[in-house]
């Protein structure tokens, strides 16, 4: 089992930039896909960015490609969110999350451990 922790959110001007990190636990963190998704007031949860287990390969939303960049540190148990020219429509609470299938998922239902969120907020 992991739990995942997210931080890093907060308040930021349009064209300011934001790193979220996600702390998981359990030992076999290694093994598993994670992914960034991110839900706005009114809307629904949707996909921003998976990185695999090995962190080789990456999946972006079109809304972050050139913009947000998914690492991850495996010695660390950590994933981050690099977050650069954001808008106001970023604007949401940030879900961490880990899926069982080790490569890139892009949908919810892939993913099996949830974080609290974290949120942030863009101001134009």
């Known amino acids: 089992q992991v739990q995942v922790v997210e931080s890093g959110g907060g308040l930021v001007q349009a064209g300011g930039s934001l790193r979220l990190s996600c702390a998981a636990s359990?030992?076999?963190?290694?093994?598993?896909?994670m992914g960034w998704f991110r839900q706005a007031p009114g809307k629904e949860r949707e996909f921003v960015a998976a990185?695999?287990?090995?962190?080789?390969?990456?999946d972006y939303a079109d809304s972050g490609k050139g913009r947000f960049t998914i690492s991850r540190d495996n010695a660390k148990k950590t994933i981050y969110l690099q977050m650069n020219s954001l808008k106001p429509e970023d604007t949401a609470v940030y879900y961490c999350?880990?899926?069982?299938?080790?490569?890139?998922?892009?949908?919810?239902?892939?993913?099996?451990?949830w974080g609290q969120g974290t949120q942030v907020t863009v101001s134009s």
């Open positions: 999350a880990a899926s069982l299938v080790a490569g890139t998922a892009s949908n919810l239902s892939e993913y099996d451990y």
């Open positions: 359990g030992r076999t963190f290694r093994n598993y896909g």
């Open positions: 990185i695999n287990w090995s962190g080789g390969s990456t």
